[in-house]
């Protein structure tokens, strides 16, 4: 096989594996913007990805699965929102206990409706999964030297779910620059005393945020079990929640920013898994652990403000009090 | 902030209110029981006589309570000084390497009693460096340090992989763990103290851990609450504008809570690595890490609270093992559910029933001063 196309196989899995760190990287945004840290992006993904899985096996159907997805990643996004802006609980706690509640709760459930030791039944494809979708022309333009693939490997040939998401930062953005909920949303994250001042809720709009929040971690979770795998298999986020929050503090809470974090973080996990220990040739071997602690150590340099600096909304983690 | 709750006593704050928090936590696991299938109240039964029941539970109930006592001691010195150490999972198991260091080096060498104190201080130096650097940056950077300890869980995990993968697995092994200790590197049982009651253990690693973590407990009470140090670690936990008109060294403190909790939780490492698997295994500390932050929370970050507390989940996690082999729909992964409600209940959630607890005692307290007309009130 020779370079190029191995090139191209590889940016592939990127947009493959950036997915869902695209959705809940996004869905973070919507939080922290908000001024509601969420560490249980991690739990309400995996939580989505069981009930997507079990629901799309159970009916049949994928976009069944996708509702039952949505529908627990938001119930837990409105428990959060109930425990840290409700009850003015401590925001980093409630998202940790969401991501505990989640992993034992899609074991135990899954093994004891299913039985197959976590694992939801294995989704043929057809209805009950989404399949991918050959753009137009794909075969032909592919026969194209040098651009061809690129089109028909890179661009076509993806589930849905994958042009949603990347639909999906540009509405993100529209949404947050450009309509009055997304001032306001941002206002809250800031200042919230100065929108509150002005006669609007800031619970509610807190809530708002965190729903959209929620809706997003659907869209990931569903991704996992339903788009990319076929069915739900334990901890199968297996730490993507956290790499998407480093991706949004790499993005410095910016939705275009975020889609090239999440495919720079996506680029590193396919190179080490396509190339598990790269050797240079002549030197040493760089150990595939390296390439999968990468996005970890970026983040902790970047935080550390070596690469620019990461400000975060100013109000965020802090519960409102409406009496001072 | 407005303080919109009435005080209370004490009794109530520290008692009556985390005990409804726990209850409600565990009415809540009992509903999941009863969504699989199972009859919580047996299961309740079975989990108590699986950790209490004979000297091997006992056993295994207070090897894993070893295990959280350290963790649950890791987040609380962080808490007093109002940060969030999620990272314990990645200081305790890098603190194996700490041990390990120790153990191989020197388990033909020197007997158990030496070797002990070493790989203790190995350990803790392992886990205080592994917290220095997210300390370093929160106190000089301002980098969130809840942010940083997740990254450096992850980056500890994959450290360790390729540690033991590459470097540490003896030549021609299989398995990603390093070689046995020699008996100069294992821990004295503590069966005798069973056998004590009346019992006893045959397979439980119950080891002398047990007794260096309630050692530590007891100085980190005294750390907190009765050394200058201790002192000033509470007043940037309770108001850091407050430690710094007070001219203290707000860098210099939160590097040494965040070192002492890193130590805390390195040592860890010595009851599994040194005391019960006898080597240095992947992925040894099964979660310990994150359960101390439950067990914090419902210890009130308070010595002697986090010490029951750890027993608690010790109970559970050995009971909760048991109750898998009668009821296969729970396993112990119903723990993590528990630790999940138990963080959600008693820690984000710990003022729901406040106003409505106030309330009620309010008005006790009112019906009882009634017939006394002195006006003693307030």
Known sequence: MDTYTTIILVLDSTVRLAVPLLFACLAGLFSERAGVFDIGLEGKMLAAAFAGGAAAAVYGSALIGLAFAIMISVLLALLHGFASITHRGNQIVSGVAINFIAAGSTIILGQAWFRQGGRTPPLSSGESRFSSITLPFADEIGQVPLIGPIYAELLSGHSILVYLAFFAVPLTWWILFRTRFGLRMRAVGENPGAVDTAGISVTWLRYRAVICCGILCGFAGAYLSVAQNAGFVKDMTAGKGFIALAALIFAKWKPVNAMFACLLFGFLDAVAIRFAGIRIPGLFEIPPQFMQALPYVLTVVLLAGFIGKAIPPKAGGQPYVKER | ?378
């Open chain 2, 1 to 378: 902030m407005a303080v919109p709750y009435a005080k209370l006593p004490a009794w109530v704050d520290y008692g009556l209110i985390p005990l409804i928090n726990l209850v409600v936590a565990f009415l809540v696991a009992g509903l999941v029981v009863l969504a699989v299938g199972e009859n919580p109240l047996r299961a309740a039964i079975l989990l108590v006589d699986g950790a209490f029941g004979s000297g091997d539970g006992i056993g295994y109930t207070l090897f894993y309570a070893t295990n959280f006592i350290f963790t649950g001691l890791c987040v609380a010195v962080a808490f007093h000084c109002g940060l969030f150490n999620i990272g314990g999972e990645g200081q305790a198991y890098v603190g194996g390497l700490g041990v390990a260091t120790a153990c191989l080096a020197f388990d033909s060498v020197f007997p158990w009693w030496i070797n002990l104190p070493l790989a203790t201080i190995c350990a803790a130096i392992v886990g205080a460096l592994w917290a220095l650097i997210p300390a370093y940056l929160q106190a000089k950077r301002g980098s969130h340090i809840v942010i940083t300890t997740i990254m450096f869980n992850f980056i500890a995990a994959s450290l360790m992989v390729w540690l033991l993968v590459d470097l540490l697995k003896p030549p021609g092994a299989m398995a990603p763990e390093t070689r046995n200790f020699a008996e100069g590197a294992q821990l004295p049982r503590l069966d005798w103290l069973i056998e004590m009651f009346g019992l006893t253990i045959r397979s439980a690693p119950f080891n002398i851990t047990f007794i260096l973590a309630l050692i530590s407990a007891y100085l980190v009470w005294v750390l907190i609450w009765r050394t200058r140090l201790g002192y000033e670690i509470r007043t940037m936990g309770h108001s850091p504008k407050a430690a710094r008109y007070a001219g203290m060294n707000e860098t210099k403190i939160i590097v040494i809570a965040m070192m002492i909790s890193g130590a805390l939780a390195g040592m860890m490492a010595l009851n599994p690595v040194m005391g019960a698997q006898e080597r240095l295994q992947l992925d040894f500390v099964t979660g310990a890490g994150f359960v101390g932050i439950a067990v914090a929370l419902m210890g009130r970050s308070h010595p002697a609270g986090i010490v029951p507390a750890a027993i608690l989940f010790g109970m559970l996690y050995q009971g909760g093992a048991e109750i898998s082999f009668e009821m296969p729909a729970i396993s112990r992964d119903m723990i993590v559910i528990i630790q999940g409600l138990v963080i959600l209940f008693a820690g984000a959630l710990e003022h729901m029933f406040r106003p409505a607890i106030a309330s009620a005692y309010m008005a006790i307290v009112a019906q009882r001063r009634e017939p006394d007309t002195q006006g003693s009130a307030t």
